[in-house]
């Protein structure tokens, strides 16, 4: 396996100095100096980075002896002043409450290490995942670095922790290296020695693969052990499926159990909406051989969720291969999607029944909210507040299956975009709910706050941000 070559190093730029700094001595020096920018602000054509006396090229180390905590020189000065910008400063005291919240309260960007969008709005998503970032915080500290899933694993959780401490942009280099390490078409660069872009949910399949190998399950409340691990309670959609032959009506039906990480939602001519091109594959016409007749015929497959996780993902399969073109092109087709899910339709009777109870407190809370902020709007009182980030909730699953969605209610929590016409090209971008009708748009190290309006913009249709990876969230009641 590919050694690691990521040291931590200190530098020195005039009265400042910046401890555990990443360096990757794999890479040519650009991408350290790029690592440099993100901290002082210098772009790399103003540096001059010196090491014992030895000025360090662009595309060379020379004789550097690398050694964790080593001591760099940099000497140089920020460029001109950005222009004035083109729109109009809002000052604090011309913003609502709302926007004060917003701007005052924005979580750490990613920096950009060129063409590494893809990696950056996958780990924003993810990250929006209470459970996942609480599993991660629990790990043991010791790592095998022979290990894919605990390197991968490890890397995830420090950078979490580097995020939640610093409110500016982060530079993810320590998690890059680990995926290129496993995964080394990572690494692959264009003509112009910049890393590739690549499919941002091939990523985000990858790394939850990666994650399902060393993160362990939650224990049920009244139980010493967990059943599965963090990824499959959370994650894990359980499908049951029936073969029924066209024929042959007699003929005994065939099922057979499926397990998936997301759901899939094709697209065609016809499908307009997300649940339309989800149902196009969960009943399908295949061919397969029949023991009744003795011979090949055409049999109908109708598949069924028999389990629900908390968190259910959704990929718009956009991208489809382009034999002339060579490429992975895109489908732009405008699909709508919803801010609240129901699966019931999907689910199994057994399933359904299930559902039921917890399905109908949860309705009945929301109808009374929507009438409660209906009768206020009217007599043009203030709304109802939103429920308190600490309010205690009914639990979201099942009492002997943790992770599950005991009402197959969702709410959309986070959504990757694809802006571009080809899955190797163009720009990812991550959008993750605040609270309510407020949400975040991270454009790498770029973060600012959106309303929910815009957010029913990312259908698709033209070149804007399209929607590629949706992620669901379990609605919930507050306890009363």
Request: hydrophobic share 35%.
């Amino acid at each position: 396996r590919e050694k690691m070559s990521l040291y931590k190093v200190k530098v020195k730029w005039g009265k400042e100095k910046y401890d555990d700094v990443d360096l990757d001595a794999s890479e040519a020096p650009l991408l350290f100096k790029n690592v440099l920018f993100s901290l002082t602000g210098v772009s790399p054509d103003r540096q001059k980075v010196m090491i014992k006396g030895q000025a360090i090229k662009d595309d060379d180390w020379g004789k550097v002896k690398f050694s964790n905590g080593m001591t760099f020189l940099m000497m140089g000065t920020v460029g001109e002043l950005p222009a004035a910008p083109k729109e109009k400063t809002i000052f604090v005291e011309d913003m609502t409450d709302s926007e004060l919240a917003s701007a005052l309260e924005m979580p750490a960007g990613l920096k950009n290490l060129g063409n590494t969008c893809y990696m950056n709005a996958t780990l924003q998503c993810l990250k929006s995942v209470g459970e996942l970032r609480q599993g991660l915080a629990q790990l043991p500290e010791s790592v095998d670095q022979t290990a894919p899933g605990q390197m991968a694993t490890a890397a995830l959780r420090d950078l979490y922790k580097d995020m939640d401490r610093r409110p500016d942009g982060v530079v993810p280099l320590l998690m890059l290296h680990v995926l290129q390490t496993i995964y080394p078409h990572y690494k692959e660069k264009d003509s112009n020695g910049v890393f590739k872009q690549q499919d941002a949910n091939e990523l985000w399949t990858q790394l939850i693969r990666l994650l399902s190998e060393r993160l362990p399950g939650k224990k049920a409340d009244d139980s010493d052990t967990s059943t599965g691990g963090l990824i499959d309670q959370y994650f894990g959609i359980d499908l049951l499926s029936t073969w029924k032959c066209s024929e042959a009506p007699d003929e005994a039906e065939s099922t057979a159990k499926e397990k998936l990480l997301q759901l899939g939602c094709y697209i065609s001519q016809e499908v307009k909406y997300m649940e339309t091109g989800i149902k196009s594959r969960l009943q399908e016409k295949i061919t397969k051989s029949s023991p009744s007749l003795g011979r090949d015929t055409e049999y109908t497959k109708t598949a069924l969720i028999s389990r629900l996780p908390a968190y259910v993902t959704v990929q718009f399969v956009r991208f489809f291969y382009k034999e002339k073109d060579q490429v992975n092109a895109k489908i732009l087709k405008d699909v709508k999607f919803p801010l609240k899910l129901d699966t019931f339709d999907l689910c199994t009777p057994d399933l359904q029944s299930k559902l039921t109870p917890a399905r109908s407190r949860i309705l009945e809370y929301e109808d009374k909210q929507a009438l409660e902020a209906k009768v206020a709007k009217a007599a043009k009182l203030e709304t109802p507040m939103e429920v308190d980030q600490a309010t205690d909730y009914e639990p979201y699953d099942f009492p002997d299956d943790v992770g599950s969605s005991n009402s197959g209610l969702y709410e959309l929590r986070a959504i990757l975009t694809h802006k571009g016409r080809s899955s190797s090209s163009g720009h990812y971008v991550a959008w993750v709910r605040k609270s309510g009708p407020n949400w975040i748009m991270f454009d790498d190290d770029n973060v600012s706050p959106v309303h929910e309006e815009n957010i029913l913009k990312l259908s698709g249709g033209g070149d804007w941000h399209t929607a590629y990876v949706l992620l669901y969230a379990p609605r919930r009641v507050p306890k009363h």
